[in-house]
């Protein structure tokens, strides 16, 4: 399974949290798109950074970085193979075997963060956010 882990900005939460499967046909046309300005655009508005040095040691980001501009680490502390694939400023795709899997290694601590994150399944069959806020845990 790859998930695409979106770093969303607090107010388009706050306009789209109950409406998910829009923000779901948003990232899906996206990914068939990714060339397409209207679509970054977009994309720009609606993201902010995201919060790799909240998860990750900065020398690991640093390390990596120097090598080859992007990095494949192992998400959190974990030593099994759940990976950062690709990192961009506003996302990160993520790899597992299985939705417990994701649950367990990534979307829990991700709830433990400030930023809320909306996740999309690459074949868009699991979506959903991720906040912080116990009362708004979505995920389909």
Known sequence: M???IFSI???ITEQYYYKADLMKR???EWLRNPGSRHHHRQL???TEPFPFE???DKELIEESSEKNGS???RFFDFALPYDIIVDKNYCCLFQCDSLWQAESVAFSPLRMST???YIIETSGEHYGWITSEARQRLLS
Do not use: D
């Open 115 to 117: 930023h809320t994150f």
């Open 26 to 28: 948003f990232f899906l």
């Open 54 to 56: 909240s998860y990750l």
């Open 2 to 4: 790859y998930f695409i």
């Open 44 to 46: 720009s508005y609606i």
């Open 71 to 73: 990095f494949c680490r």
């Open 9 to 11: 900005k607090r107010e």
